[in-house]
Nanobody, 119 residues
Framework: QVQLVESGGGLVQPGGSLRLSCAAS????????MAWYRQAPGNQRELVAS???????NYADSVKGRFAISRDNAKNTVNLQMNSLKPEDTAVYYC?????????????WGQGTQVTVSS
């Protein structure tokens, strides 16, 4: 089982920046994809960005050019740099990891961290 712990959320003004971090720990063989999702009140959870172990990234159209996902495979961490934040980015952000723990691939979620963009 992989445990994911997020940090870095908070309150920021429109146009500001935040950096989210997620650290994975526990018993696993390898982590394939790590990702950030978000869920605003009344909305479904949506993918924000993902990154494979090889560094291939994918972004939601709404954050392209503003957010950047990065990963340290040696430390099993993933970061999300969020720039030019907008009020519509306000949500709880969740870290997600797809990993192999014998005998199968599994997925787990972090507890979430609140990001609020408001003046």
């Amino acid at each position: 089982q992989v445990q994911l712990v997020e940090s870095g959320g908070g309150l920021v003004q429109p146009g500001g920046s935040l950096r989210l971090s997620c650290a994975a720990s526990g018993s696993f063989f390898t982590i394939a994809t790590m990702a950030w999702y978000r869920q605003a009140p009344g909305n479904q959870r949506e993918l924000v960005a993902s990154i494979t172990s090889g560094g291939t990234t994918n972004y939601a159209d709404s954050v392209k050019g503003r957010f950047a996902i990065s990963r340290d495979n040696a430390k099993n961490t993933v970061n999300l740099q969020m720039n030019s934040l907008k009020p519509e980015d306000t949500a709880v952000y969740y870290c997600n990891a797809r990993y192999f723990s014998n005998p199968m691939w599994r997925t787990n979620w972090g507890q979430g961290t609140q990001v609020t963009v408001s003046s």
